[in-house]
Nanobody, 120 residues
Framework: QVQLVESGGGLVQAGGSLRLSCAASGSILSINHMGWYRQAPGKQRDLVAKITDSGSTNYADSVKGRFTISRDHAKKTVYLQMDSLKPEDTAVYYC??????????????WGQGTQVTVSS
């Protein structure tokens, strides 16, 4: 199967930066898109940014110009560079990967989540 391990969350002041990482491991034949979602207390989980296997990206309007998503194919890792952070960016951030495991069919996998807290 596929495992996702996230890192990089934490507490930061408004205007600061954080970099999230998510590494995929396991018996993986291929990875299609990789992305990040976030969920604030009492709210639904929303897309933050996504990157395809060809490098095309899309972002939520609220993070455009501040966040940058990238991936390292060899390391099976996706990154989210978050700059100019605002208190409203506070949420649990979840990695999401669409992958084809050796023993199954293509499906989406979720990381365990990492807390990002931005203080004002």
């Amino acid at each position: 199967q596929v495992q996702l391990v996230e890192s990089g969350g934490g507490l930061v002041q408004a205007g600061g930066s954080l970099r999230l990482s998510c590494a995929a491991s396991g018996s993986i034949l291929s990875i299609n898109h990789m992305g990040w979602y976030r969920q604030a207390p009492g709210k639904q989980r929303d897309l933050v940014a996504k990157i395809t296997d060809s490098g095309s990206t899309n972002y939520a309007d609220s993070v455009k110009g501040r966040f940058t998503i990238s991936r390292d194919h060899a390391k099976k890792t996706v990154y989210l560079q978050m700059d100019s952070l605002k208190p409203e960016d506070t949420a649990v951030y979840y990695c999401n990967v669409e992958a084809l495991p050796i023993s199954g069919t293509t499906r989406r996998y979720w990381g365990q989540g990492t807390q990002v807290t931005v203080s004002s």
